[in-house]
């Protein structure tokens, strides 16, 4: 059963314009939410985190939204550049024991800027 | 960046072999991860370190086991390699205080091949 889902596998957008991805989840005891950003052939690279008493965090071009309601975040990234072209992945974070926090990822979307 | 760097970056094996992959960071960070990547899957945890020599059982270890026996290295070992094994493997970093919360921080990845 998949705890953190992005519906979207890829996304388009032009050049300039707001890139809008959005990620949902099911366990409530998330504390912590992520987004990282992905190249091919490299790691993962941290972008952005909200903590889940928060409603939105902002950083540059870059702001991630929270609904716990809805157990719904999206990162907005405005305005769109062709740098941005990469997979983006969200993940959940939950306190696992000994200080730990185990993060849960979802699928990724993938992000395609057009000049 | 992070100083994580991983070993091998590409390797290919035969089914039954055993194989060992190696994390090394020079962050002094207490918490080390060994995450693997498929197409349709995101990122999984294989297995996490919260300590030397202390270490636990992530979404999917079965067929994995790691060793840390210093604060900078963290092994993953595939006993004895079989095919669902092949995947790219990511090795993650995080530390609690000094102005950061939970954000893991990656390597480079390992693509690992097994015929």
């Known amino acids: 059963d998949q705890q953190v889902k992005q519906n979207s596998p890829s996304l388009s957008v032009q050049e300039g314009r707001i890139s809008i991805l959005n990620c949902d989840y099911t366990n409530s005891m998330f504390d912590y939410f992520l987004w990282y950003k992905k190249y091919p052939a490299e790691g993962p690279t941290f972008l952005i985190s909200?903590?889940?008493?928060?409603d939105k965090n902002e950083d540059g071009r870059f702001t991630v939204f929270l609904n716990k309601s809805a157990k719904h975040l999206s990162l907005h990234i405005v305005p769109s550049q062709p740098g941005d072209s990469a997979v983006y992945f969200c993940?959940?974070?939950?306190?696992?024991?000994?200080?730990?926090?185990?993060?849960?990822f979802g699928k990724g979307t993938k992000l395609s800027v057009i000049p | 960046d992070a100083g994580i760097t991983q070993s091998p970056r590409h390797k290919v094996t035969e089914t039954g072999t055993p194989v060992t992959l190696r994390c090394h960071q020079t962050?002094?960070?207490?918490?080390m991860y060994w995450y693997r990547q498929d197409p349709g899957h995101g990122l999984r945890l294989i297995h996490y370190s919260y300590g030397v020599k202390d270490t636990d059982k992530g979404e999917v270890s079965d067929g994995y086991s790691v060793s840390r026996s210093k604060t900078e290295d963290f092994l993953l070992t595939l006993e004895s390699a079989t095919s669902s094994q092949t995947s790219v493997y990511f090795c993650?970093?995080?530390?609690?205080?000094?102005?950061?919360?939970?954000?893991?921080?990656f390597g480079p990845g390992t693509r690992l091949t097994v015929l």
């Open positions: 993940a959940a974070s939950l306190y696992s024991g000994a200080g730990s926090y185990q993060l849960t």
């Open positions: 909200i903590s889940s008493i928060k």
């Open positions: 993650a970093i995080s530390e609690v205080g000094q102005g950061l919360y939970n954000e893991q921080f």
């Open positions: 962050e002094n960070h207490r918490y």
